[in-house]
């Protein structure tokens, strides 16, 4: 009976060594000065094609002012901005 909390523990540990944290996840990103690369890899869900069309965006827009512009970007909605959110900055 020893053994399950030990390996719950065990698990438990394992989880959160993996948890987003982990990654760097957490740090903050400037969109109107990141490179497609550096987004990509700072946020969750958010890959390179989906980077280049934020660029893209930037650029029509002249750089962002409100996170919300997001949503012009095929693929991003409301869950993903909330997800990301704390973790962009916009200056």
Known sequence: MKFIPFISALCLS???SWSPLSF???ESI???TANAQEIAEALSGVGPVKALAIIALRDELGGFTDINQLLKVKGIG???IQR???QIVLE
Do not use: D, F, H, K
């Open 78 to 80: 409301v869950s993903t």
């Open 24 to 26: 760097g996840a957490g």
């Open 30 to 32: 400037n969109l109107n």
């Open 14 to 16: 394992l989880m959160l």
């Open 84 to 86: 990301i959110g704390e």
